[in-house]
């Protein structure tokens, strides 16, 4: 395993169905997060046109105050 070394702690009674379990649910958190993130953003840029979409969107635009 690769980050095996890093916890201090380590149980030795490992569940392969538990990893299967919380592997299915991450990848469909993940899926449905990025789907919530195109909807709202979509949802935004119909909303509030290409230039303002891009003023939001970007976190770094030191012009974003609103």
Same mark, same amino acid.
């Given at each position: 395993? @690769? !980050? $095996? +070394?890093? &916890? /201090?702690?380590?149980?030795?009674? +490992? #569940? @392969? =169905?538990?990893?299967? @379990?919380? *592997? @299915?649910?991450? $990848?469909? +958190? $993940?899926? %449905?997060?990025?789907? /919530? =993130? !195109?909807?709202? !953003?979509? *949802? /935004?840029?119909?909303? #509030? !046109?290409?230039? +303002?979409? %891009?003023?939001? #969107?970007?976190? &770094?635009?030191? &012009?974003? #105050? $609103?």
């Amino acid at each position: 395993m @690769i !980050g $095996s +070394r890093f &916890w /201090l702690v380590q149980d030795v009674n +490992r #569940s @392969i =169905a538990f990893n299967i @379990i919380v *592997l @299915i649910l991450d $990848s469909f +958190r $993940s899926h %449905l997060f990025f789907f /919530l =993130a !195109g909807f709202f !953003g979509h *949802l /935004l840029l119909m909303r #509030s !046109g290409l230039v +303002r979409f %891009l003023k939001l #969107s970007n976190p &770094w635009n030191p &012009w974003n #105050s $609103s």
